[in-house]
């Protein structure tokens, strides 16, 4: 009967060896653009590598204890009612360990959340979210001039107010590599979740609230995938990012997806700007 | 300590309370969980969004009488009153008086009630009800509000409203027609028409509460929908936790008027002493829940 | 005399069938009525998985069979999104307010809570029967729901405003504008919740008068096993969270059927060609209210498992349980801990990010009383001779899945990289580990264990095996997978993950989780035949069957109304397996001290 610890200890085994493998196939966390991202990644990491450890143990300890104890005939088990100064030890290991992951979590969160931490923003925009869509609303080529803009801007969107040379687009997140965004993130409906994947991104939109949000483009790996071809005038489409929503909102909520076009500097994308203000002008008469 | 047969059975082993009166205390746990939720959404509501712009509802605004609610307040004490005498004296032996007790905590109870009923009648005259009151009227609810009122006034005008003097319902008419769209003719030279607009969402807010405060001034019951910063949100509040507690109380004078009854057949007794103390646990319990209700509604 | 003493004393009279077997008040009867209708809805709960995890592996394909009755027509067979989220909202909660918490408290809470403390019933019979037929009203409206306008609730089991409480204006009906599905079918949800959570209250209010009035003589608090310290305390957590999930649920029910504003921001919501009525209200008061309650609930549906399967552990190591008391204080930190921790769903809801940071570290200390107790487990089966009947498999299955489902919990207890996970499949995949793996293996050990004595009869340990060794491997292949989608950011609640380019390479999980789910279901039928099967099976008469100290056992096979022939009488805790004072392995709680199984018990009372 010992042999009921082999079916754990295989399952166990095929779930630790699985878990390594798979990113080699390339199933593991997308790549990372933004600058706290690998902070995110290798807070990730440590937990894994510490719960990891405490799993393997504490699962060896059980199937060992299945193989080796497994009933025998004659022999009697241990009469024990507990050991006090095991129990103090396996209290007080694993506070030290949770204490440990707890507080170093606190830097990066604050880094990332926290709206007094924010760093000075180089681009703002606004962002709606509605059944099923995301309407962006960026601020003119001319007023990205305005040192005042973040200010503006955000008394703007939390009092739903609009200027006319608005650029606004559908499902469109526009930025430069290594720029400092700030968002302005609300919903005109129900809830729905900013989420960026490659950017380590995430925050519900709640009716009724305007609520600013930050990123930037900034990680070491960051690439611009939206390059502008000079001799055509056109821009071409590197690799696909995406936006996604995180927080479920009816039945279009799988497919409320936006795309995320990171240009390769801010002149590019003032060029853009300007480029998408035109055809808005163009359609609107 | 060879046979148990000879141990007497050992003491009982847990508290030294009766069953009922233990699960009394566990309702009343749940109960007070229950309250101190809607309670708790009450402060987090009136605290959390109003402004200095958008304040929450005085209780003038919506038509809430503060010394009603005093003197229900104190009925409520009242009868707290009333049932601790009612089970002092049937602890003593006394049914008579008990019962005598236990119909006077009934009747302050049903006066609670009345009093109630009288309160809430006045918010359904007033139409100080949830998702009916003006807000945000430049919003998307603007029309909404509109139309409510629209049908009010053609009421008014079709003088189907008791009361109002010639000069208020003239009012009423005018506001009415000033609702849609219209073309008015140039008082000089009537073939001169000029387009008015409807008033906006907005403007008929104002009227109408202007309207509502010239009628109070004059004392005269014009009953027109208002438009009140988070008024919807008061009503919502203010029908919640006095409805719940409402129910509650109502749930305490069944069973007064089951044990009215029972005594009534004659069937009261003293070995119903521990019914009364759990009654009248829950009934404290329904008290204390009104003292934090009133000042919270109709005070602060 | 106590009413409590006349039920043990007085021959029971022959009731009607009726009265025995429908609207009994006999606890064992009420708990068996838990349990089967739970079972019925676990079938039907993970019946509805398994459609929709068709439609995930293959999208848009027809799905077989149920496609050409439900979807024909346009859809050719396929199935809509809005179906698809309506029965993923209905699956979990069914499994969670139809199955888990039913099965936990209702089922083996009224089964053992008497027996084991050496009761005749519980404090309040009649509260009791009340509790079950409390259930009825919500069977009835959550199966109607599916036949109601727009179709059965489809917002999640959270059901979060404004998609779920979204509703028309004042006077103009009770349809949603938000969603087709949020009409009636959201309605008929609150109230079937409403239902439920009267009968939870009505049950913990029983289960905790029961356990600290109506010990048997000698059965002090800390000579109870695990099982009714688990239960006590979790119907103390019941309690307490109830009634706010209660105000939660009214609250939202006025909103959409009087236009009360609760969860409305102000202005009112524009959707499409329609409005909402006016607002006033917050959003994410509903999400405060609903965790304040599902936080603790989530350790409602963990903590009685925990204190069975360390009861069946114990057992069958012959082996007292390591750490008694250590094992108590755990239950009561996880239950303390468990009420201020709910922010932990709501790190990305736009709530305060600094609360986030507090909510953080409480959660991560919940890990403290856990680890206690996994670690005891294991100590309890160090020197062990362990027996490995159906029972301890799906016990110690309970202990090496819990393990997992825990630690994938510290990962999104961590703020930040919650920020990545959150709402993704790494969620999934850890609820399915507490709850399908811990709790269900925990319900399975249970049965297993406990068959003998609700039933007089046996379930076959051959098939019973067969049965876990099945589904402990496909449940691992469902729901291992699903940390690695989650981990490569697959958004949950989605109808197709096709649509994205950067989940494309990660569709092969999808497909394999799939099979293996579906696998999962006909190993479920195993069990089933098992287990109805068995209640055919030869009569066994045998009281102690497992060797096994606490008290049900030494009741007749099944019990009778009123359980014991004589008032128990209790000399010891329910762990003395391979005692010394005892030649036989166990030493049952009523053994008299010198050794002589006590002849008669206690003495009947007179009258
Ligand atoms: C039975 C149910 C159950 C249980 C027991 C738990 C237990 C825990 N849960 Fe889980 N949880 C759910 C059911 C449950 N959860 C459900 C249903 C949801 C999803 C709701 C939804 O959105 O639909 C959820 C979601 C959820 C979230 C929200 C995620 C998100 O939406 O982004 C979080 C975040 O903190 C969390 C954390 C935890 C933690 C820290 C524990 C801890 O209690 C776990 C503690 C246990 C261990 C850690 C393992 C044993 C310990 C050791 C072996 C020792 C040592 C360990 C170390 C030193 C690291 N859970
Ligand atoms: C106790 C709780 C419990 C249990 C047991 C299960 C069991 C299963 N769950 Fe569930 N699940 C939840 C609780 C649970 N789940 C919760 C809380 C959510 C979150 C929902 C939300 O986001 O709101 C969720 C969400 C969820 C998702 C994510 C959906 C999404 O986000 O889009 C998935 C996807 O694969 C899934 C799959 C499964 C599967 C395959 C099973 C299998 O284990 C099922 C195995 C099958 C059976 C046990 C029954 C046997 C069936 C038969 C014999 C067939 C014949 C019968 C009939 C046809 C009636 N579940
Ligand atoms: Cu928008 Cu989900
Ligand atoms: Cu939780």
Redesign the pocket.
Known sequence: MKWWSLLFAVVILVEVVFVLLAPLVGWGLPPNYASYGSEIDNLFHLILALTGIVFILTEAILIYNMYRFARSDGRRSQYTHGHHRLEIIWTAVPAVILLFIAFAQVGAWERVKYKSRMPPADQVFEVSARQFEWRVRYPSAERMDDPKLVETFAREAQENKKQVDDVHRVNEIHVWKGGQVRVYLKTRDVLHSFFLPHLRIKQDAVPGKTIPVWFDTAGPEAEANFIYDPSSRTWKETKPLELACAE?CGWGHYKMRGKLFIHESKEDFIRWLKHAAAEQNATKD | MAHAVHDAPQAHMGLPLPNGKLAMWLFLVTEIMFFTALIGTYIILRNGQPTKSEPWPTPHDVHLIEWVGAMNTFVLICSSLTVVLAHWAISQGNVGRATLFVAITFALGSVFLIVKYFEYKSKFDHDILPGHIGERLDGPTGPQYVARVRGQLQQIAAGHAKGLSPETVAACKELLSKLDDREVPDPNNPANKTYVRALRPKEVGDRVNHLLKEAEHKGEPLHLTPAIPFGNMWASCYFALTGFHALHVLGGLVVFAIILIMALLGQLGVQHALMLELIGLYWHFVDIVWIFLFPLLYLV | MSAKHEAVTHAHPELSFLRKYIFSTDHKVIGIQFLISGLIF??????L??V??IQ?AWPYSEIPLLGRWFWAGPAGGRMPPET?NML??M??TI??FF??IPLLTGAFGNFTIPLMIGAPDMAFPRLNMMSYWFMWPAFAIILASFFVEGGAAGQ???SYPTLASATMPAGEGLQSPAAPNSGLGQIFWLLALIFVGISSMAGSVNYITTVVNMRAPGMTMFRMPMTIWAMFITAILQAMALPVLTVALILQLLDKTLNTTFFLPPGGLPFGNWTTGPGGGQTLLWQHLFWFYSHPAVYI?ILPAMGMVSDIIATFSRKPLFGYKPMVYAIAGIAGLGFIVWGHHMFMSGMDPRLGTGFMIATIMIALPSAVKVFNWLGTTWQANIHFSTAMLNALAFVSMFIIGGLSGIFMAATPVDIAIHDT?FI?AH??YV??MS??FGIFAAIHYWYPKMFGRRMNEFWGKVHFALTFIF?NG?FFP?HIFGIGLAP????NHLEYDFLTHLQPLNVF?TIS?LL???A??IF?VNFFGSLFSRRVEERNPWHSNTLEWTAPSPPPHGNFETTPVVYRGPYEYASPDSAEDYLPQTATPNGQPHPTGAPVHAH
């Open positions: 479920l | 676990l079938l039907i709960g993970g019946g998985a398994l929709f995890r995930l698809y993923f909202s699956h979990a499994m969670i199955v888990i999640g089991w959270t549906m499949y999934v609820i399915h709850l399908f709790s269900i449940a469902v699903m949950r609640r989605y109808y989780m789910a999962l279901g006909v479920q039928v089933l």
